[in-house]
T-cell receptor, first 113, second 111 residues
């Protein structure tokens, strides 16, 4: 069964460093998303991406964040200068169409120290 | 912004019991989704609902899209130990791609 895959599973970084989280969405899906979940809290939307551009973003997704689809299979989230409060699980998701069920990856646990 | 209120926050039940949880909102949603999350894992899609009044089953799980489009419930019948986890409702409004998640219901089952 096709699935969304994310790497790495766990990333520890120093405050102020840049991190890149990587995702391979399901191959025939057209919409890609990043969500985050702070420990013990609900899942929060960050950004959606369609047709090689951001289609929707939340207030969390400020200038420190960027997304890219560098080739036909990968979808990345970059945090330019990490802060302690960026520590969370980051989930990539994809869907065939907008407004339909999104399938999530296993997540990357980001720890900023 | 849109908010989903999910209840109960946690449930402690005996194996074999039925479970019911729900989500409500003051906003109208076009799509309701129910996910299950195990510790350290990503949310796994259980059921998707697209029409007001729709009742959909997936094995022992049944979910309904409320007539007002502002609520949804999930029932689990005859619970088993592997049902343990956190269940999230998620909604999508017309024209938006993002999912708005509820706070989750943590299900614990005593054997």
């Amino acid at each position: 069964e096709p699935e969304v895959t994310q790497t790495p599973s766990h990333q520890v970084t120093q405050m102020g460093q840049e991190v890149i989280l990587r995702c391979v969405p399901i191959s025939n899906h057209l919409y890609f998303y990043w969500y985050r979940q702070i420990l013990g809290q609900k899942v929060e939307f960050l950004v959606s991406f369609y047709n090689n551009e951001i289609s929707e973003k939340s207030e969390i997704f400020d200038d420190q964040f960027s997304v890219e689809r560098p080739d036909g299979s990968n979808f990345t989230l970059k945090i330019r200068s990490t802060k302690l409060e960026d520590s969370a699980m980051y989930f990539c998701a994809s869907s065939r169409e907008g407004g339909t069920e999104a399938f999530f990856g296993q997540g990357t646990r980001l720890t900023v120290v | 912004g849109q908010q989903l209120n999910q209840s109960p926050q946690s449930m402690f039940i005996q194996e074999g019991e039925d479970v019911s949880m729900n989500c409500t909102s003051s906003s109208i949603f076009n799509t309701w989704l129910w996910y299950k999350q195990d510790p350290g894992e990503g949310p796994v899609l259980l059921i998707a609902l697209y029409k007001a009044g729709e009742l959909t089953s997936n094995g022992r799980l049944t979910a309904q899209f409320g007539i007002t489009r502002k609520d949804s419930f999930l029932n689990i019948s005859a619970s088993i130990p592997s049902d343990v986890g956190i269940y999230f409702c998620a909604g999508q409004i017309q024209g938006a791609q993002k999912l708005v998640f509820g706070q989750g219901t943590r299900l614990t089952i005593n054997p």
